[in-house]
């Protein structure tokens, strides 16, 4: 196990070298962000032009959303958002047990807003008869929230990895990066929810 | 010293299985991290689909040879071109093109290998897993033929929807599980693509060597660059449109079903702003390839570096602002298509700012007619002569005759065979002493430039003609009263010829490969890193980081001023390299698993829901698996020509 | 194989001529021979093109010709040569990329005037059918153009046209120099209607309405095709239109509003379904009778509808005067002896139209691979393949007794 971290130090080491001075694996990320905003806004427009070309759908959507529950949640996905950078700004001076504890809460504010999401569907489908095949809007709705549930539950499988990575002695000071890097996707996932809670849920209420 | 304290150890890894370093033979291969033999695996797998597109042609070329031909049904014919589009444009030029960025893009940046080896192992077996899945259709297809196999939706097995597959084609209700291989398939290969395209663009912004600025890179790298920016934010447009064919696929959702409100127009906008863009991913690094070659070849330095590179930056930008000049008869409107006419216009300029600039660079020079030289020459030709049509479908009133007619046909492909085959056989020719260390000898190049030159032309030529007269394009066959018989009897020679020239082209290579190590590092006395080092390059590619003084570097450093010479960075230290792994391959097996399961459990073959999501399983314990076993690594010593664990 | 042969012979002796003479080369889809000013305003434009990369090419494709040629490398050279090593010239490339542009502006304004015109149905008074048409029409359409609806459907066509209430199939007919508006949709996938002598194609799509215009300038038999691939039989997706003058128009309308006579020769096809009801032998003997009560019993009415006869069947080409069109299975099959007529003057051949209608009763599916009369439509409907080795089989007799039938539908 030592010699495993020895190897991520060296190559953290090494990987700092680099032509623009940003880590690797960092510049990586940053990347992906950027390619997935081209996912989030195929998905973003498709639903929004569906929207557009059929603005009276058989259940209007203020009627179905539960606007309060879902401000609830958006609320504490942004909250953790803040509870990440502690979380980073934790691990990176080398207090491993605060970091614990932000991470913690961004891992409990990420299962909430999943449940949050979780307990809507449901809602949505026995309370409304609201589906996936309730026209576009229902293909559309479905399939772009889904998605971001999807990036939010990565988003806490790697946490809690990490999490558990940081009880085996496998994270310190020298791959905070890995950290912030964790911590640049949340932030990522917390801002796109932003833009598809204004685009999806808010924009109904005009 | 006995042998045996040089011995290296395999390093362990999850599970208690050990990390496959330093093993011979396939296992080598497969568990391989290294870019080159990962870009040798990508350049065989390109030309074997290469092969297996123009088999898939040639039979099409025979069915239309005559007017009310029955050479292949109608149904087998939709499902060749379908494929011969599909094929040639995902399997056969993209791996091409990614074998030559795996290969030289380290090389020329005077780098060990690219950013993340282990993610670079990643992109190339899940672009195996969705060839796979694309033409494991063929199997099944057969099978049905032999009556073994009947799924519902009947005999359309092998996809045949055509290659931009536009719905409502697409749905259950009017193609069979063609379209889900076709739609697996797709969204695999999307996956790697993207994957590869991640780690080219780190790796050539951050793993330069020292002196190596942006603007004194090779102009191929540049195009490797922004043809992996196009990568990126094109193919998710076409990840999220096979998303929502697969759902509605799969689970009867509506995105694209008319009856329940889906616009069959979204599929095409969505495609075509990844489409349009792929159309520059192919052709931009056939830019670069030719601008490697003319340079080399006229001993002088490319003209204009700084406009090319801009000209490039800027195609590629625009590129995303003109998808919808494939849509010009679809009813746009008269705003968007005056707009996409005036956008399509104004990507000529950059265009012609490069042909220019070529003109230039063999301007004043001396020119050697080598091989790679004769096809880099010939590209220019023929891809003006496709640039011209492309000008002529840019007046969107004139385009309305042209759309999906043989000019249109005859358009791309003198773009993609005028263009990006001519640009990839001259990179074949130019780089492949630097591949196998082997040097070309004997007239056999010479021969087959020319077969291939005056094939495409007699194949492609008269197809301009044949889609002014106005003969649509994927038409099983005609009638005879149409008068297209003359000209597609002529196409078909043309194809047979040009086939012929491609067919030496792959002897000579065959030839090439059963020589003995000849090339030396410099065979043609060029200007870039990649021909510092050994032919074929080490596995730490330089024995000592090179250290840049100018564009052109190794030029310079052979034929310029002393304060131009290159130098050399050894910290003494050894050079580290990446471990081996298994779990690239793992996930590339669960993918296909994945991909064909599904595909066959929307034929209703039974249990095969179950192994998809087994597949999905084997992808989800493959990438944690390969996370937490860490990238390893060992250091070698190159002067010693041994090579220790790092304990 | 003998074919390509005999082909090869053709393109020996043709390869010389045809280096020649490739201008001139025709054919009855040529988008070289408009006639109609749309199709003209097209080609004008492309043209224009034309000559533009013609010049580009003399110029760039000269320098490149003459560089390749002057620098070349010869045999006396001294092999290790090394010319100046100059980086480019920023006012050659500037003036290079004013120059493209320049040339580009020469195509783009042509082309922004081109796209209005050929797109927006001009409003011309001579063409609106209050000015020239002389029958019934619907409310309101004096002060429009006429107007047809086409549906482009797998794998044949259908054209409506709501002012005169008139339905037809794969066959389009059209006053000669009146401005047609024409609205294009689909029921099923993408197809591309295209006259390429008339107008440039335009997709229909489903879901959706698109419009273009035509207009032709000369009476005379086009030919059009399905450009936009649309699935198995796509290839076979062919049609006709016929510019007719303003008499011969007018004729048409009111034969097609007219009913086809009764199959036996009345006017009223209600007395004799019951007549056949009350006594059905009395058709046996005459192939057209037993042909209709074949048409009725084979199901051939769940698909096909004939005005007058109360048969409304939908999904198949409406065959209420099935035996006045050119050709069949669209425009796969000519009824003609002529089948390269391009002057609408050719006269259809009623022994060519029975083998053809019998053929495609009886063997469509080697005709038109995957048609819907064959394989029928899942859930819905049948198809005659459905039908083998049951009792509603048709065989070839019963085939040609219907076919007999249909030629009675003029």
Redesign the interface.
Known sequence: MSDTAANVDDHGSHSLNTATGIDNKKLLMWLFLGSDCMFFGTLISTHLIYRKLYPVVEMPPTKIFDIELTTFSSFILLLSSFFMALAVSAIHKGQLKSYRTWNLAVILGGLVFLGGQVYEFQHFVHAYDFTIWSGTMGSTFYLLTGTHGCHVAIGVLILISQHIASYRGRLNTSNAMDVEIAGLYWHFVDIVWIIIFTAVYLVEYL | MSDDSHALKP?KSLLGLMRPDHSRGWVDWLTTVDHKKIGIMYGLAGLFFFIVGGIEVMLIRIQL??PE?NFI???AY?QLFTMHGTTMIFLGAMPLIAAFFNFMVPLQIGARDV??PRLNAFSLWVFMAGALVLNISWLFQLFYLFGWFDPIGGKDIVP?V?WFG?A??TTTE??GIGSDFWVFGLQILGIAS?AAS??F??TI????APG?TMMRLPVFTWMALVTSFLI??????L???L??LM?DRL?????FR?E???????WQH?FW?FGHPEVYILILPAMGIISEILPAF????L?????IVFSGAVIGFLGFAVWSHHMF???LG?IA??AF??LT??I??PT??K???W??T????????TVPMIYA?GF??MF?MGG?SG??H????????????YFVVAHFHYVIIGGIVMALFGGLYYWLPKITGKMWEGKLGYWAVGFVVVGLNLTFGPMH?LG????????????E???????N??VT?GAFILAFGLLMVFIDMIILLRKKKTAGKDPWDARTLEWTTDSPPKVYNFHATPVIRSRDAYWYHK?GTPEQKMGWEDEGKGI?MPSQSWFPLLIGIGMAVMGTALSLHSGGVPFMGYIGIAGIVIVALGSYLW?FE????YHIHPDEETSDD?? | MNRILKGMGKFLGLIGILLLAGCDYQSRQSTFDPKGPVALRQLELFNLTVWVCTFIFIFVGGALAYAVWKYRERKSDDPDFKPKQSHGNPLVEIGLIVASILLLVVIAIPTLDAIWYTHDTPDDEASKLGAWYQGELSEGAETEVLEVVVYGLQWWWEFQYPQLGITTANELIIPVGKVVHVELRSRDVLHSFWLPKIAGKVDTIPGRANSMWIQADEEGHYYGQCAEYCGESHAYMLFRADALSNEDFHKWVEHQKTPPKAPDGGDDWGAWISSVNANPDSVKGDDVLEGASLFYSKTCVVCHAIQGAGIAGIGGPDLTHVASRKTLAAGWLDNRKETNDESGDAEIDPEIQLENLTRWIYESENIKPGNRMYIGSVGVQNGLNTLKGTPNEITEEEARKIAIFLQNLK
Not at chain 2, 232 to 237: D, H, L, T
Not at chain 2, 362 to 369: L, S, V
Not at chain 2, 394 to 405: C, F, K, L, M, R
Not at chain 2, 630 to 633: E, I, L, R, S, V
């Open positions: 390093e040879a005559q031909l049904s109608a149904q939709n950013a993340f045949s055509g536009y409502p084609i009017f193609s993207i991640l780690n663009i780190v912004l951050n793993m330069r190596l990126i934010f094109a193919f998710p447009a990840t999220i449109a998303l929502e759902f689970f009867e959702t509506n995105f008319v329940q409100g889906g616009q069959p127009i979204l969505l702003v006229s001993r002088k330095p003209f204009g570096y700084p406009i008869t679809t009813g008269n298509t005056a006419s005036l216009m104004a000529a300029v012609g700012v042909i220019f600039n003109v230039g063999i301007w004043g020079g001396r020119i050697k007619f020459v220019i030709w003006m011209f000008i002529m840019s007046a969107a009133p004139a385009d309305a005759q042209q759309q999906d007619t003609w002014l007269l106005g003969m649509p394009r994927r038409t099983h066959t005609y009638l009263e149409t008068g297209f018989g003359t000209l009897l002529w020679i034929h580290h996370v860490g990238p390893g690594g790092n304990s």
